[in-house]
């Protein structure tokens, strides 16, 4: 099956080749081509996780995407921030989150902890 470990620029590129000749006929689980391709993918997938990660969005940044997403208003952030007032100290960073806050946001708007607890 000769795969190797994901090191280098051109090992990802090489990988990456090999890749692509299965996207237009994915091969069966469990045969060999189909091991092959799990193998690369996995492979591939830890090697992008390594060197091209994404950053999280800022508490800010993911509420406002949130707001974005589903048309919400600050009158719509009342609820789970508090008063307009706050909420504006809020997303002008004037403000940071509590831990209520958190809990509200996540429960009420679907905004994952993990966004919302960030940097």
Do not use: C, W
Not at 14 to 41: H, V, Y
Not at 65 to 94: A, C, H, W
Request: net charge neutral.
């Amino acid at each position: 099956m000769n795969i190797h470990p994901i090191r280098t620029q051109r090992d990802y590129k090489a990988a990456l080749k090999q890749l692509s000749a299965f996207f237009n006929d994915e091969p069966a689980p469990g045969t060999e081509e189909g091991d092959r391709f799990e193998i690369l993918t996995l492979l591939v997938e830890a090697y992008e996780a390594k060197h091209f990660a994404i950053a999280a969005p800022d508490p800010v940044e993911a509420i406002r995407f949130r707001m974005e997403q589903g048309g919400l208003t600050v009158k719509d952030l009342v609820p789970s921030i508090g008063q307009p007032n706050r909420v504006y100290e809020v997303l002008n960073r004037k403000r940071g989150l509590t831990l209520d806050m958190i809990r509200n946001l996540h429960r009420n708007l679907g905004i994952p902890a993990e966004s919302l607890i960030g940097p």
